[in-house]
Nanobody, 113 residues
C-alpha cells in the first residue's frame, strides 16, 4: 500500500516561513508535488517537481515557495517564505507514477495576519 505522510504544518505569522515535508513509501514517483485547499474552495496545485528536478509553480507562490526532493529518501519538500494570510489552507502531498496518483492525508497551514 502506497503511503505519503506530510509533516511541518502549523501556525505562523504573516511574513514568516514554514517547511513542509512528505515522505513516501514504495518505488520512486515520477512526479511529486503539493496542492492546497482552503475552506470552501477547490484543491489547487501549488508546485510540482519531476524526478529529474524540473519544477513548476502556481503564479501565486512564485518567488516565495521552493519545492525540492530527495529521490534517495523518496521525499519532497516545500519551503514557504514570506507567507501571506491567503496561503492558509490544508496542504496535500501528491505522488504520481504509472499506477496512478496518490495523496497524503494533508497538513494544516495557518497564517495569521
Amino acid at each position: 500500500q502506497v503511503q505519503l505522510v506530510e509533516s511541518g504544518g502549523g501556525l505562523v505569522q504573516a511574513g514568516g516561513s514554514l517547511r513542509l515535508s512528505c515522505g513516501a513509501s514504495g518505488s520512486i514517483f515520477s512526479i511529486m508535488g503539493w496542492y492546497r485547499q482552503a475552506p470552501g474552495k477547490q484543491r489547487d496545485l501549488v508546485a510540482r517537481i519531476t524526478s529529474g528536478g524540473s519544477t513548476m509553480y502556481a503564479d501565486s507562490v512564485k518567488g516565495r515557495f521552493t519545492i525540492s526532493r530527495d529521490n534517495a529518501k523518496n521525499t519532497v519538500y516545500l519551503q514557504m517564505n514570506s507567507l501571506k494570510f491567503e496561503d492558509t489552507a490544508v496542504y496535500y502531498c501528491v505522488g504520481e507514477r504509472a499506477t496512478g496518483r496518490y495523496w497524503g492525508q494533508g497538513t494544516q497551514v495557518t497564517v495569521s495576519s
